[in-house]
């Protein structure tokens, strides 16, 4: 696979996320409720749908979700059967976790928590003999005018 392939994929999902940003779906009243990783014990935030960030073959899916007061929250989402992959993941600048280890299973993921961070820099290393996968991905997050959630800026290297 070259590394063009990845690039185009990331390209694409832009493409769609900016299109449903625009068309108003994200602007739906009937959002999923979603479970508070803010540790607080007051009313759970009501979540957007989950949206692809990239598809990374053999090593998992990357997707993003927001709550309705801004926060962002990304998940590592592993194919089942896969491999173990590491993962770093920093919330601008901050480290939010370091080289966690990621078995495959069913419905096991990782999730960052929901933060009010405009920048998440995810780095997940996949290693399976005779190579070594390893993607880096930068997120920029941001509200429209409106109130509605978008991953303004992605990058996939």
Not at 23 to 30: I, M, R, V
Not at 69 to 93: M, Q
Request: proline fraction near 10%; hydrophobic fraction near 35%; charged fraction near 20%.
């Amino acid at each position: 696979m070259s590394l063009r392939q990845p690039t185009l994929l990331i390209t694409v999902v832009l493409a769609g996320a900016l299109g449903y940003v625009l068309l108003g779906g994200g602007s739906d009243p009937e959002r999923a409720s979603g479970e508070d990783h803010r540790g607080t014990s007051g009313p759970r935030p009501v979540l957007s749908p989950p949206r692809l960030i990239a598809q990374l073959p053999q090593v998992g899916r990357l997707a993003w979700q927001c709550d309705e007061n801004g926060a962002f929250s990304t998940s590592l989402s592993l194919p089942d059967p896969g491999a173990t992959v590491f993962v770093s993941v920093t919330a601008d600048g901050r480290p939010v976790f370091e080289r966690r280890r990621v078995d495959p299973g069913p419905g096991v993921d990782l999730r960052t928590p929901l933060q009010h961070v405009p920048r998440q820099r995810w780095r997940i290393r996949y290693h399976h003999k005779p190579a070594t996968i390893r993607a880096r991905v930068r997120i920029r997050f941001a509200q429209s005018r409106i109130g509605d959630c978008v991953a303004a800026r992605l990058s996939l290297t």
